[in-house]
């Protein structure tokens, strides 16, 4: 074995290398863990373990109560003492077995500083204090099970979005196939209000697919032969022949359900410095717990039994169990509201640092504007009518793979324009195109292609004006006579300048955009966006340049691009935010945070919630340390006792989880989608010590 890392959360050990079963099963014993392989634990659930707590709880309840009662009815103490033994050892049992097994370790977790209490107050005679902490514990005991079991449950319900079995097409007809057995290639068939069980991409049939699962998004995508579809999202009105194009391991809602898993253990910076606390914590109190135990008696000749039952209190008391909750229920709540709304943040320290931002670095192409050119401007010559000018040029343009002759296509068919064949069609590379349409001799292309001719002269005014605007134009000429131009130009995504308004109001001092296309139509992007400053004509190197530069100004700052050609500067940001998860195994894996609707209006969101997050940390860490404080403080006149010790000590845990799992219901931003997705299932996420 060359390693391994346990999930407490999700119960998952993942081990490296050649391995001892054996082995690995006594170590975990040796940590309070039944250790199963996924085969065995696979279709199991954790209600056994719940109901024999809830049994222990029951049983321990009645015999208490049997033990105040055989008190007041004045008993044979026999009696009295018998029942409230058997509540301790009932109610204690499990506490017991782990402190048994953390002692050899001397590991002085909390199951030991509550037996070293309940055992200490048999034996100095409180018997019914000594009974109720057991009682309490073991209630808190049946909490712990059935929160970890309920965030367990929903982990592994989160692949049951996606169908077992799909409809594969053979030579003998559909077969329905467990999913494992389906390969890269095959072909599945999909009918309307069916949902997907792989990952594939469009043969025929057209469709609205609810990718509210994967994107958060409730408004239904349209799907046509040639666009991608996910596993687990439910195909709506129209039946679909798919190519398989991923095994149902790698598929996008697999992946997400990995990349959540893992999140939970990555520690978040306030995370980590709880935990350090209680590491330290520990020995101090039980060092502070044995001097008020031993000080008084022997050194102020003080009676020893008050001394012992204060001691035992604050061993009770000081537990650090509201503490050592505070953050993981916070953060595990902030993720999955995040990821119910479409965002993937990959850890707690991202989360956190999302609230710690001054500045936002966004690339231009595919993350501010839409990505793809479209028709902006049709200037016809006076000879020339708009529609019958683009109708010539879609005509020609046809013929070609180029975007921007697809742009053109595109546009004549949106008019509803119709087009006629062309032929002797020439693509000019690095220039255009030339054709015959309608027995007329037709180019379109840039300035070069005309560089020669007098229709350049006749157009060079319009031609600088667009170039101005950060426009690609396109001349269409007959022969030598200008027909006019066409101008083209990656528009802004419809949503850009309200993110970057909402950013700025939330908090973020500095916008700026980077980008590798030229500085015209960066200028022209950049003050439509709204952003403060501009970087243009940038190789991805010099992005990765300027993004050190702003960490030297700024401080924290985020780059968000396509998790493509951006990963270099995504990975040198505080944090990299990729666009359009749903769609890029390289965004998932690249970045620090993913918008799976490639939708910018989820960022704000995202800043707000952490924020928020970071708020309620606070909240629960001081809440917790101040219970302790002044516990410990009603210690030393004698007017806390284990009981109470205990039920503030399971009171303070109780309220820090209930606040951290508000993170779970922060709405989104205004007007956007409230459609839950694959996370629902994760507002279990909670863990008791």
């Given at each position: 074995?060359?390693?391994?890392q346990?999930?407490?959360?999700?119960?998952?050990?993942?081990?490296?290398?050649?391995?001892?079963?054996?082995?690995?099963?006594?170590?975990?014993?040796?940590?309070?863990?039944?250790?199963k392989t996924?085969?065995?634990?696979a279709?199991q659930?954790?209600?056994?373990?719940?109901n024999?707590?809830?049994?222990?709880?029951?049983?321990?309840?009645?015999?208490?109560?049997?033990?105040?009662?055989?008190?007041l009815?004045?008993?044979p103490?026999g009696?009295?003492?018998g029942?409230f033994?058997?509540?301790?050892?009932?109610?204690?049992?499990?506490n017991?077995?782990k402190?048994?097994?953390?002692?050899?370790?001397?590991?002085?977790?909390?199951?030991?500083l509550?037996?070293?209490?309940v055992?200490g107050?048999?034996?100095?005679g409180?018997?019914?204090?000594?009974?109720v902490?057991?009682?309490?514990?073991?209630?808190?005991?049946l909490?712990?099970?059935?929160t970890?079991?309920?965030?367990r449950?929903?982990i592994?319900?989160?692949?049951?979005?996606a169908?077992?079995?799909a409809?594969?097409?053979?030579?003998?007809?559909?077969?329905?196939?467990?999913?494992?057995?389906?390969?890269?290639?095959?072909?599945?068939?999909?009918?309307p209000?069916?949902?997907?069980?792989?990952?594939?991409?469009?043969?025929?049939?057209?469709?609205?697919?609810?990718?509210?699962?994967?994107t958060?998004?409730?408004?239904?995508a349209?799907?046509?032969?040639?666009?991608?579809?996910?596993?687990?999202?439910?195909?709506?009105?129209g039946?679909?022949?798919?190519?398989?194009?991923?095994?149902v391991?790698?598929?996008?809602?697999?992946?997400?359900?990995?990349?959540?898993?893992?999140?939970q253990?990555?520690?978040?910076?306030?995370?980590?410095?709880?935990?350090?606390?209680?590491?330290?914590y520990t020995?101090?109190v039980?060092?502070?717990?044995?001097?008020?135990?031993l000080v008084?008696p022997?050194?102020?000749?003080?009676?020893?039994g008050?001394w012992?039952y204060r001691?035992?209190?604050?061993?009770?008391?000081?537990?650090?169990?509201?503490?050592?909750?505070?953050?993981p229920?916070?953060?595990?709540?902030a993720i999955?509201?995040?990821?119910?709304?479409?965002?993937?943040?990959?850890?707690?320290?991202?989360?956190?640092?999302?609230?710690?931002?001054s500045?936002?670095?966004?690339?231009?192409?595919?993350?501010?504007s839409?990505?793809?050119?479209?028709?902006?401007?049709v200037?016809?010559t006076?000879?020339?009518?708009?529609?019958?000018?683009?109708?010539?040029?879609?005509?020609?343009?046809?013929h070609?793979?180029?975007?921007?002759?697809?742009?053109v296509?595109?546009?004549?068919?949106?008019?509803?324009?119709?087009?006629?064949?062309?032929?002797?069609?020439?693509?000019l590379t690095?220039?255009g195109?030339?054709?015959t349409?309608?027995?007329?001799?037709?180019r379109?292309?840039?300035?070069r292609?005309?560089?020669?001719?007098?229709?350049?002269?006749?157009?060079?005014?319009?031609?600088?004006?667009?170039?101005?605007?950060?426009?690609?134009?396109?001349i269409?000429?007959?022969?030598?006579?200008?027909?006019g131009?066409?101008?083209?130009?990656?528009?802004?995504?419809?949503?850009?300048?309200?993110?970057?308004?909402?950013?700025?109001?939330g908090?973020?001092?500095?916008?700026?955009?980077i980008t590798?296309?030229?500085?015209p139509?960066?200028?022209?992007?950049a003050?439509?966006?709204?952003?403060?400053?501009?970087?243009?004509?940038?190789?991805?190197?010099?992005?990765?340049?300027?993004?050190?530069?702003?960490?030297?100004?700024y401080?924290?700052?985020?780059?968000?691009?396509?998790?493509v050609?951006?990963?270099?500067?995504?990975?040198?940001?505080?944090?990299g935010?990729?666009?359009?998860?749903?769609?890029?195994?390289?965004?998932?894996?690249?970045?620090?945070?993913?918008?799976?609707?490639?939708?910018?209006?989820?960022?704000?969101?995202?800043?707000?919630?952490?924020?928020?997050?970071?708020?309620?940390?606070?909240?629960?860490?001081?809440f917790s340390?101040?219970?302790?404080?002044?516990?410990?403080?009603?210690?030393?006149?004698?007017?806390l006792?284990?009981?109470?010790?205990?039920?503030?000590d399971?009171?303070?845990?109780?309220l820090?989880?209930?606040?951290g799992?508000?993170?779970?219901s922060?709405?989104?931003?205004?007007?956007?989608?409230?459609?839950?997705?694959?996370?629902?299932?994760?507002?279990?996420?909670?863990?008791?010590?």
């Open positions: 074995m060359t390693g391994a346990i999930n407490p959360t999700t119960g998952k050990l993942t081990v490296d290398g050649d391995i001892d079963l054996g082995a690995i099963r006594r170590e975990g014993r040796k940590e309070n863990y039944t250790i996924a085969e065995e634990a279709g659930t954790d209600e056994r373990g719940t024999w707590e809830l049994v222990r709880m029951v049983v321990a309840g009645v015999a208490l109560a049997l033990g105040y009662g055989a008190e009815l004045h008993l103490s009696v009295t003492i029942m033994v058997a509540a301790i050892v009932v109610g204690g049992f499990g017991f077995r402190a048994a097994r953390s002692l050899p370790s001397l590991d002085f977790n909390m199951s030991v509550m037996s070293v209490a055992i107050a048999a034996l100095i409180a018997w019914s204090e000594g009974a902490v057991a009682f309490l514990y073991s209630a808190s005991e909490l712990e099970g059935w970890m079991g309920r965030a449950r929903s592994r319900d989160l692949m049951d979005i169908p077992k079995t409809r594969v097409e053979t030579a003998g007809g559909l077969r329905e196939v467990p999913v494992e057995d389906i390969r890269v290639g095959d072909i599945i068939v999909v009918p209000g069916e949902k997907l069980a792989m990952d594939g991409r469009v043969l025929s049939g057209v469709s609205a697919i609810d990718e509210a699962s994967i958060g998004e409730s408004v239904p349209e799907k046509k032969p040639g666009d991608d579809v996910y596993a687990g999202t439910l195909n709506t009105d039946a679909l022949k798919v190519e398989v194009t991923k095994l391991k790698d598929t996008t809602i697999a992946k997400i359900v990995n990349l959540v898993e893992e999140a253990t990555h520690k978040a910076p306030s995370q980590a410095f709880v935990e350090r606390f209680a590491a330290v020995p101090l039980l060092a502070l717990a044995g001097a008020l135990v008084p022997l050194f102020f000749q003080a009676p020893w008050p012992v001691g035992l209190a604050l061993l009770v008391v000081s537990c650090p169990c509201a503490l050592v909750v505070s953050t229920v916070a953060i595990v709540s999955s509201n995040a990821a119910r709304h479409g965002v993937l943040i990959k850890g707690g320290i991202h989360l956190e640092q999302m609230g710690s931002l500045a936002i670095a966004f690339d231009k192409t595919g993350t501010l839409a990505g793809r050119p479209v028709v902006t401007d200037l016809p006076d000879s020339m009518e708009p529609d019958r000018l683009l109708a010539l040029a879609a005509s020609l343009e046809g070609s793979e180029h975007p921007l002759a697809k742009a296509v595109q546009a004549a068919a949106a008019r509803g324009l119709a087009t006629t064949e062309a032929s002797d069609f020439r693509a690095g220039l195109a030339s054709a349409v309608e027995e007329m001799p037709i379109i292309g840039n300035m292609l005309f560089a020669d001719s007098p229709v350049l002269a006749a157009m060079g005014d319009q031609l600088l004006d667009l170039q101005s605007q950060g426009k690609t134009a396109m269409v000429a007959r022969g030598e006579d200008a027909l131009i066409i101008a083209v130009a990656d528009r802004l995504r419809d949503e850009t300048t309200a993110a970057v308004a909402a950013l700025k109001r908090g973020i001092t500095h916008t700026i955009m590798g296309d030229n500085r139509t960066a200028a022209a992007i003050a439509q966006a709204g952003v403060d400053e501009y970087y243009a004509e940038l190789l991805p190197e010099d992005k990765v340049d300027q993004v050190k530069r702003l960490l030297d100004t401080g924290h700052v985020a780059m968000v691009g396509d998790g050609n951006d990963a270099p500067a995504l990975a040198t940001a505080t944090v935010i990729a666009m359009g998860g749903a769609g890029s195994d390289t965004a998932l894996e690249t970045a620090d945070v993913a918008l799976m609707a490639d939708d910018l209006t989820k960022l704000p969101f995202t800043m707000a919630l952490s924020k928020r997050s970071l708020w309620i940390i606070k909240q629960n860490i001081a340390l101040a219970i302790k404080l002044i516990a410990v403080l009603l210690v030393f006149p004698g007017w006792t284990l009981w109470l010790a205990i039920l503030s399971m009171g303070a845990s109780l820090v989880t209930l606040n799992m508000r993170l779970l922060s709405r989104s931003e205004p007007g956007r989608s409230q459609t839950p997705s694959l996370e629902t299932r994760l507002k279990g996420f909670s863990s008791n010590p």
